[in-house]
């Protein structure tokens, strides 16, 4: 029977098409994208801090919101501003960078700046029409698109399948990204959701990039659960991070580490990647 998904399938022709972030490829080698939830707009040297100061630790790409999904509509939405001090961190760190598109519009405004990771947000993860465009338009260039799990996702499959919409409208560079279910556990933002990352891994050939923030949802908990994401596979780490966490805005004063914890957690996420491959092998015997 086919899979219901040709170009993500594993078996497919395209499970040997390299998928590259500045000079690393996904699957050799984990890679680290970590900042801030989101930038503030009103202080640039902040963002700039934090840019140069991840990547001191080691990370290969810089994230951050410019426009913000937020539950309540009173809560800060964004700022276009934002954009603008990710392509100056860009520029002077010399690292790729990534942000949430939300709509059409937001799409434009990165394809225009060439931002380097679209991210689909979790809210927007079984918005099939946004899934296709994002795909359409950005097909040829050298973008990648990070899609979050959706917080209603169960079947891997489902999940998939809408990396497969992005794959289908055009763009093949689809890195897969559990960031935790709905919550189910008191003390954790989300449900924590590492443990898909083989079975996901058995069907897709696509990188999957672990948020382990937003599933635990408090600082203290996230080097944990990004070892265990590690040690199941996972090809690379999407992490909020900030040079003062308590100054930063939406989830950063809980949510994001230190530039200090994330310079230990990359060097013991190398190793646990090493020590993850050899029972990677065990796996598909
Ligand atoms: C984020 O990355 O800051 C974010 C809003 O993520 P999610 O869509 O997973 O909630
Ligand atoms: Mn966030």
Redesign the pocket.
């Known amino acids: 029977m086919l899979a219901p998904y040709t170009l993500l399938d594993r078996k497919s022709d395209l499970s040997r098409h390299d998928i590259r972030l500045a000079d690393k490829a996904f699957g050799r080698e984990p890679v680290f994208i970590a900042g801030p ?2 930038v503030d707009p009103e202080d640039r040297s902040l963002l700039l801090e934090t840019a140069h100061a991840i990547k001191e630790a080691g990370a290969t790409a810089l ?1 951050g ?1 410019v426009w ?2 937020r539950t309540s509509p009173y809560a800060y939405q964004g700022d276009s501003r934002a954009l603008d001090y990710l392509l100056e961190a860009r520029e002077r760190y010399d690292m790729p960078i990534c942000t ?1 598109v939300m709509d059409n519009e937001e799409l434009a405004i990165c394809l225009d700046a060439r931002v380097d990771i679209l ?1 689909i ?3 927007n993860a079984l918005n099939y029409n946004l899934l296709r465009e994002i795909g359409r338009r950005s097909a040829g260039s050298d973008a990648l698109v990070l899609l ?1 799990r959706g917080r209603h996702m169960a079947p891997v499959d489902e999940f998939i399948l809408a990396g497969e919409h992005i794959a289908a409208g055009g763009n093949t560079n689809v890195l897969l990204c559990p ?1 935790g279910t709905l919550p189910t556990v008191e003390g954790y933002r989300s449900y924590p959701d590492e443990s898909i990352i083989p079975l996901v891994k058995e069907k897709t050939w696509a990188p999957v990039v672990v ?1 382990p923030s ?1 599933a635990v949802g408090h600082a203290k908990y996230v080097p944990r659960a990004a070892l265990a994401a590690f040690m199941y596979g996972a090809d690379g780490l ?1 992490v ?1 991070a900030h040079a003062v966490p308590n100054n930063g805005i ?2 950063d004063p809980k949510q994001a580490i230190t530039p200090q914890v994330l310079q230990q957690l990359i060097a013991d996420a190398r190793e646990v990647f090493r020590l993850a491959q050899s029972y990677a092998g065990l796996a598909q015997a």
Do not use: N, V, W
């Open positions: 939830c989101a994230r919101g913000k999904p949430e991210q947000g979790t809210r979050k960031r948020d937003h999407l909020e939406c989830d």
